[in-house]
């Protein structure tokens, strides 16, 4: 069993941990968490009500940027390869940047391909893949429209998916931020997720939302002070 440090174990004495708080009292009570020596992300787990055979997958466009600024890979030839470093694509390239990727380079936050590049860009499946990295036409990232995609990542667009336990969890903003700002990030990846609720679905979909920090044990969210 991990140990649970002095800091943790102050924060659980600050509150009710089985009680479903208004969004704009959880942030509060995060903040008056004991602090750590860096400026903590905060972070949003949601638990989903999924069948076994059921998963989810979406984006979400944060209103409010943080953190530092995402390194973006575009696997495109030609003019289009051109487009994406005039976008701002931290690297571009074709089958290097393929081969780059196959000896173990992983020095990037997203990924984005051209169409015609697939092909080549689906043998990173295992190493891209199970790292929520590869490409989809589903989330904008195999797409001819490399200086959107790559203004729309750069602008703070970001990729979540559910795991087998059906949770979907995303680091949505700072502590340092303002409490506006870091509300408006947490109902945005709130939003996103309902929007890609089963069409098959029956009945409940979200059981339950918890915010957290990055050393900080985790906060019940009322859905209701969601919507």
Same mark, same amino acid.
């Given at each position: 069993?991990? #140990? ?8 659980? &004495? ?60 575009? @696997? ?17 390239? $074709?089958? $290097?940047?393929? $081969? ?8 990037? $936050? ?27 036409? #589903? ?56 929007? @890609? ?26 859905? &209701?002070?969601?919507?």
């Amino acid at each position: 069993m991990a #140990k649970v440090s002095k800091k943790y174990k102050e924060a659980l &004495e600050m509150y009710d941990k089985n009680k479903e708080y208004a969004l704009d009292e959880a942030i509060e009570i995060l903040k008056k968490f004991p602090k750590a020596k860096f400026d903590e992300t905060i972070d949003v787990s949601i638990k989903l009500k999924l069948n076994k055979s059921q998963r989810v997958r979406g984006v979400v466009s944060l209103p409010n940027s943080f953190g530092k600024p995402r390194k973006v890979v575009v @696997i495109a030839k030609g003019e289009k390869a051109i487009e994406a470093e005039k976008a701002g694509a931290d690297f571009v390239g $074709d089958t $290097d940047i393929i $081969d780059k990727i196959k000896k173990g380079w992983l020095d990037f $936050d997203a990924v984005i391909a051209t169409p015609d590049m697939m092909k080549d860009v689906g043998k990173l499946g295992p190493i891209l893949g199970r790292r929520g990295l590869m490409p989809n036409p #589903k989330t904008g990232t195999v797409t001819f429209d490399v200086a959107q995609a790559v203004a729309d990542i750069k602008k703070g667009k970001f990729e979540f998916r559910s795991d087998k336990d059906g949770v979907v969890a995303l680091g949505v903003a700072k502590v340092s931020m303002d409490n506006d700002k870091i509300k408006e990030n947490i109902k945005a990846f709130y939003d996103a997720v309902v929007k @890609i609720r089963p069409a098959d679905l029956k009945g409940e979909y979200i059981k339950s939302v918890t915010i957290s920090k990055t050393m900080s044990p985790g906060v019940k969210v009322d859905k &209701e002070t969601l919507k």
